[in-house]
């Protein structure tokens, strides 16, 4: 069983920066693609970004592209996600996931989640 938590969310303004971890525990970290999901108020949960296992391959969702970067350090556990120039659009609940699989199957749901750590993006 692994277990998933978020840090680094809270409250900044349009065009800020901000950075999320997610430390993993309880699971082998190398074995699982990650990736972060967010949910806005009355939206579906969606894919925002994902990373492979070894890190070579990244994905993103277009209206993320070229703002925010998927990183992870395997000797840490640890996966993260900077994000720039933050719009109103995406203040959300960022959840951090696991999938067993690889990254292509993370993109359509996880085997573990995160609790959450809000983002919210101020005018």
């Known amino acids: 069983q692994v277990q998933l938590v978020e840090s680094g969310g809270g409250l900044v303004q349009v065009g800020g920066s901000l950075s999320l971890s997610c430390a993993a525990s309880?699971?082998?970290?190398?074995?699982?693609?990650m990736g972060w999901f967010r949910q806005a108020p009355g939206k579906e949960r969606e894919f925002i970004a994902g990373i492979s296992q070894f890190g070579r391959t990244t994905d993103y969702t277009g209206s993320v592209k070229g703002r925010f970067t998927i990183s992870r350090d395997n000797a840490k556990n640890t996966v993260y996600l900077q994000m720039k120039n933050l719009k109103p659009e995406d203040t959300a609940v960022y959840y951090c996931?696991?999938?067993?699989?690889?990254?292509?199957?993370?993109?359509?749901?996880?085997?573990?989640w995160g609790q959450g750590t809000q983002v919210t993006v101020s005018s």
């Open positions: 996931a696991a999938s067993t699989g690889p990254l292509r199957t993370l993109v359509s749901g996880a085997d573990y």
């Open positions: 309880g699971g082998t970290f190398i074995r699982h693609a």
